[in-house]
């Protein structure tokens, strides 16, 4: 064995004891082989295998599903640029061609030295100070031409990213308006003290009462949840806190972990009182691995002050404390089933069902799982009282919502309204003008346009997770469609036929449309393919994927159909397209090496 | 006796724990179905076999069949439905089915013939995925695979080898061999395992067998899957868990 060998050895063995050789914990294994060794090598593979008893494959396909993980060699500095709309319009595209050209090398490639990758990345979450990137791992926002010079020369003088300028990773929680969640003055303990003087099934009640809806956009009443999750037959309950905002355009959770983590972590707390849970997950998703550090703290604070731990506020028997998983680089993770799939350390693909989490979760007991906003909404309606947090919002969306404001505005962040407020007073109070869209809740959301600015945000007229994003009238909708096309075949994990097909085949027509070949027949493919999508798809991501497509056509529809060749059919195949890698080799670009017309 | 739910008007006894796919099959009652097999715990990918509950769209075979549900089958939007799936199944891989050894014994091509494919519908897609002819005995042409998942299930749970997993996502979901080289030359599978019969299309074939039952005198040649599937069906059985 070589010296090299041994020490990786070593490495994966050390890390196979911070997760107790446990299976489940796969996902976070490789994570951390990733972070020391910038790909998951064939013999790290193995040794995994061997130690943990799972098959090379399976680790490989664990490996294989998740963006931030890689089986082949990478670049010793993975630059990911934020590929969501909003960075778009900030310019990162031609930030990203900038620093291809700087460091030579073609996005999605290893530079010949082997010294740096580039490439897109899912929205990570840094929307409205963007455009951002993540560089081997790390968040950071505000780029410009400068800056994006600037880590170039880093790259180039391979300055470790530990050592760069620590304004670079500077993230602001820019919030413009706050309300009873972010002005919270909690003191840590104080909701689990009422909570032990209540009882956990008068828990249950208070939540039940307040008419708490789950924030991560589905709407489910969390009282019935818990409820159900604490009358559930199971050994061992386990509360999940789903952070994984992969939803492209919110971030509101990250505020929420930054400046609220007690509140979030009480909620959990109180959950678990209220369940009888022993054990607790917070699942981060991977562009906000800068939190990790940060939030563990907060966790050890809790534990120093007996608010986790065995025997909590020194009720016997109240046991509970709260492990961090990160995901790494999965949209679909954020669907309940999926992500408790990845938290057992698998391929985040969802479940059937039913059996539904509250009964057969986490390794198959009983799992109450929710939002990161709906915990703290959960402390405090027991703060405040169910009556007094009824009071808040609508007579179905009781409480306050956190929404992320991007886009076209000169005041883009977070904003927290009673439910119940009418997109027009958000883009009032955010500044926005002569704006032309509003995409409510991510791409799996609405797309509204200006007759409907009067509708209200909500579970009676429209439901959000948080996502606010506004495009003004120089923005061309179709671009805005076919990047939240781009988006969803990117992060179909390819379960079912329709998404895994669908999805990319939806992309292709798409970009066949965006190159100028399109037909009418592509806009009834694109119909067809919708409906598809919508009846036969495993999961709500199938489903909703067309949704930004079938929204923009019903208001937008000009800006598909100026991009149509007025024929009936016209193939996808381009024949002068085709003599495109001809004429880069031979170094050729005169008339004499294109075909006169375009298409056949 | 036993509880009944509605099937397109016709009632369906089942048992408890059955699926609406296994009642029906049980029951004589055909379901378009691929990726479903009657000895493996149903897992609903292909979504062929959906249908129609109340109103709402569901694959019948991991949908638990509950007395008096009324579920529709075999109506115009669900056969165009099912058509459209079956297409694309076809313009994701590469199927050339003329020259495949499992033409008149594939699944998927007689579920084409059966609910009247008669378009390609779709751009095929021409992906590039190499063949694994490393083993002895044992030809992979994933060309043709369709993501069923049965040979992962067959391989782990009846042969205990685990030689199949899916790596991926998305449309680059693909079957991996669990082997350092990924050659299956280097697992231990063999002629024998429940592997080599499962699949549906023609990704696993025997070595040195070409053409040895002549098309035209192939299984689904000679009745159509719809009549097929019910020779098939177990009455009553056990499904590997």
Known sequence: MTILAQSNDENLSQILARYDHNPANLLQILREVQESQSFIEADSINYLSQQLGISRADIEGVAGFYSFLHLQPQGEYRVLFSDNITDRMLGSQLLMEQMCQQLWLQPGKVSEDGLVSINTTSCTGMCDQGPAMLANGRAITRLSHQRVQEIGQLIRNRTPVADWPADFFQVEDQIHRSGPLLDNQLTAGDVLRQGLLLGSKAIVDVIKESGLRGRGGAGFSTGLKWEACRNAQGDARTVVCNADEGEPGTFKDRVLLTRQADLVFEGMTLCALAVGAQQGFLYLRGEYRYLLEPLQDVLQRRRERNLLGNNILNQPGFNFDIAIHLGAGAYICGEESALIESLEGKRGVPRNRPPFPVTHGYLQQPTALDNVETFCSAALAIQLGDENFRAIGTEKSSGSKLISVSGDCPRPGIYEYPFGVSVKQVLQDCGAVNTRAVQISGPSGMCIAENEFHRKLGFEDLPTAGAFMIFDDSRDMFGVALNFVHFFAHESCGFCTPCRVGTSMLKQTMDKIAAGHGTRHDLNEIEHLDQVLQISSHCGLGRTACNPVLHTLKHFRPAYENRLKSLDFEPAFDLDGALARARQMTGRDDAGAHLKSEGI | ?241
């Open chain 2, 1 to 241: 006796m036993s509880d009944t739910f509605q099937l397109d008007g016709k009632s369906v006894p089942f048992e408890a724990g059955q699926t609406v796919m296994q009642a029906a099959l049980a029951a004589g009652h055909y379901i378009p179905h691929l990726c479903y097999h009657p000895e493996f715990k149903p897992h609903g990918s292909c979504k062929l076999c959906t249908v129609k509950v109340n109103g709402r769209t569901m694959a019948s075979c991991t949908m638990p069949a509950e007395a008096n549900l009324s579920v529709e089958s075999d109506i115009d939007e669900l056969n165009d439905l099912r058509r459209t799936l079956v297409q694309m199944l076809f313009a994701e891989g590469n199927h050339f089915c003329p020259s495949c050894e499992k033409s008149g014994n594939c699944v998927l091509q007689a579920l084409g013939y059966d609910l009247e494919v008669h378009t390609a519908g779709f751009r095929h897609m021409f992906p590039e995925r190499p063949l694994d002819f490393t083993h002895p005995d044992i030809l992979l042409d994933f060309n043709r695979c369709i993501l069923c998942e049965l040979c992962v299930h067959a391989s782990a749970e009846v042969d205990g080898k685990h030689i199949f997993a899916f790596s991926g996502r998305g449309i680059d979901k693909h079957l991996i061999i669990n082997s350092t080289s990924g050659q299956l030359k280097d697992t231990d599978m063999a002629l024998t395992d429940k592997a080599m019969q499962v699949c549906p299309v023609g990704v696993i074939l025997k070595k040195r067998v070409g053409f040895s039952v002549p098309i035209g005198q192939r299984r689904y040649d000679k009745s159509p899957i719809s009549a097929q599937a019910l020779v098939d069906a177990p009455r009553t059985g056990a499904v590997h868990e």
